[in-house]
Nanobody, 124 residues
């Protein structure tokens, strides 16, 4: 089992930045690719960014490409999401996820472990 805990959410003005972190515990000796998803009120959970385990390949949704950066520190079992130039429509609950696949994937069904989520609110 892998437990994931997100942190770093909060309230920020449009154009500002936030950095989310997701710490993993449990069976972290196994290689996991990691992903970030978000869910806005009344909408489905959507893929935002993903990163592989060994080659650190990354994948981004078009809506955040160039503004968000995913990274990981395997020694700390932590993955980060640096969010810059935040827009009002970035407001959502952000979830981190772990997959036993080596490469990041955009599909929710590829991720077997999920955190509880952290709220990000962007104000005008």
């Amino acid at each position: 089992q892998v437990q994931l805990v997100e942190s770093g959410g909060g309230l920020v003005q449009a154009g500002g930045s936030l950095r989310l972190a997701c710490a993993a515990s449990g069976r972290t000796f196994s290689p996991y690719s990691r992903g970030w998803f978000r869910q806005a009120p009344g909408k489905e959970r959507e893929f935002i960014a993903g990163i592989g385990w060994s080659d650190r390949s990354t994948l981004y949704a078009d809506s955040v490409k160039g503004r968000f950066t995913i990274s990981r520190d395997n020694a700390k079992n932590t993955v980060y999401l640096q969010m810059n130039s935040l827009h009002l429509e970035d407001t959502a609950v952000y979830y981190c996820a772990a997959s036993q696949g080596a490469l990041p994937d955009t599909s929710r069904s590829s991720y077997g472990y999920w955190g509880q989520g952290t709220q990000v609110t962007v104000s005008s």
